[in-house]
Nanobody, 126 residues
């Protein structure tokens, strides 16, 4: 059974930084596609902000390029996302997602990931 547990969210002022963690069990993140998504208030859809495929290929949404970095610790089986220069529009619930089977490319849609964490809230004030 796959379990993803996010942590590290919180409230910061604009320009601040946070590092989110996603501790995985039941899945080996080095052999899976992983992604960070966010869901803004009153929006049903989760949008991808950073995705990673096998071999550490990564891609970012244009809105976070240069500010967010996805990384992982294979030994600890933890996925990270460093978020710098945060903006109020980054405020959202952030989710970690895994695609343990069929990771052959970078995947951007929420429907491509069968396993999800419970989310961690990030609030950025101006």
């Amino acid at each position: 059974q796959v379990r993803l547990v996010e942590s590290g969210g919180g409230s910061v002022q604009a320009g601040g930084s946070l590092r989110l963690s996603c501790e995985a069990s039941g899945v080996t993140i080095s052999r899976s596609c992983m992604g960070w998504f966010r869901q803004a208030p009153q929006k049903e859809r989760r949008e991808s902000v950073a995705v990673m495929a096998i071999g550490d290929r990564t891609d970012y949404d244009n809105s976070v390029k240069g500010r967010f970095t996805i990384s992982k610790d294979n030994a600890k089986n933890i996925l990270y996302r460093q978020m710098d220069n945060l903006k109020p529009e980054d405020s959202a619930m952030y989710f970690c997602a895994a695609r343990p089977v069929g990771c052959t490319a970078l995947y951007y849609g929420q429907g491509s990931y069968p396993d999800w964490g419970q989310g961690t809230q990030v609030t950025v004030s101006s």
